[in-house]
């Protein structure tokens, strides 16, 4: 799930991968703007990173749909920069 949703990720203006995806762990950079929406619309993780990073989590009962959701915020919080 982890792969599935670093390659949703790929090529959207204002993302970028802060480490290869190796596991169950995504780490992208964002926005700050980007990253406040997704806070507002309910979405947990990770910040520690620095200034824009990011650590999505994937457990083992994430599903696509979960995943297509996030996505979805994630294009629309960008679209709205």
């Known amino acids: 799930m982890a792969r599935y949703l670093a390659e949703g990720l790929v090529g959207l203006p204002g993302v970028e991968a802060m480490f290869p995806t190796q596991a169950?762990?995504?780490?992208?950079?964002?926005?700050?703007?980007?990253i406040e929406?997704?806070?507002?619309?309910?979405?947990t993780f990770y910040t520690f990173i620095g200034a824009g990073g990011v650590?999505?989590?994937c457990a083992w009962n994430t599903t696509t749909e979960l995943l297509d959701a996030l996505l979805a915020d994630i294009h629309e919080s960008l679209a709205s920069l």
């Open 37 to 43: 929406q997704l806070r507002e619309r309910g979405w």
């Open 24 to 34: 169950n762990s995504v780490f992208v950079s964002l926005p700050p703007a980007a």
């Open 55 to 57: 650590r999505f989590v």
